[in-house]
Nanobody, 126 residues
Framework: VQLQASGGGLVQPGGSLRLSCAAS????????TGWFRQAPGKEREFVAA????????SYSSALKGRSSISRDKAKNMWYLQMNNLGPEDSAVYYC????????????????????WGQGTQVTVSS
């Protein structure tokens, strides 16, 4: 499975951005997908996930209430809508996927994902 993340860019504080992740290649009946981010000098951290078989979602506390993960199964696309962004949200955002349907709380673990996209840069600055 190849993942292609896109939609990053420069946005002003308080602005919004929608990231996209496109999956291609090997197909699975279900793909669980997550978003992670990594800022310079920091460890990669979980942002949000959506479980493949039932669409249940999970969010990190940092972005909960300001983000929404969704999918278009027909297009093999996943999205991360982020609102009210601040400079602390600046990072490279990665999408990741796995055909497994773990307990929804487990999707914050990056070691449970089998496929990773190349990342898209999000910069929040005035």
């Amino acid at each position: 499975v190849q993942l292609q993340a896109s939609g990053g860019g420069l946005v002003q504080p308080g602005g919004s951005l929608r990231l996209s992740c496109a999956a291609s290649g090997r197909t699975f009946t279900y793909l669980s997908t997550g978003w992670f981010r990594q800022a310079p000098g920091k460890e990669r951290e979980f942002v949000a996930a959506i479980r493949g078989n039932d669409g249940h979602t999970s969010y990190s506390s940092a972005l909960k209430g300001r983000s929404s993960i969704s999918r278009d199964k027909a297009k093999n696309m996943w999205y991360l809508q982020m609102n009210n962004l601040g400079p602390e949200d600046s990072a490279v955002y990665y999408c990741a996927a796995t055909p497994k349907n773990w307990n929804i709380g487990s999707f914050s673990r990056d070691d449970l994902y089998d496929y990773w996209g190349q990342g898209t840069q999000v910069t929040v600055s005035s």
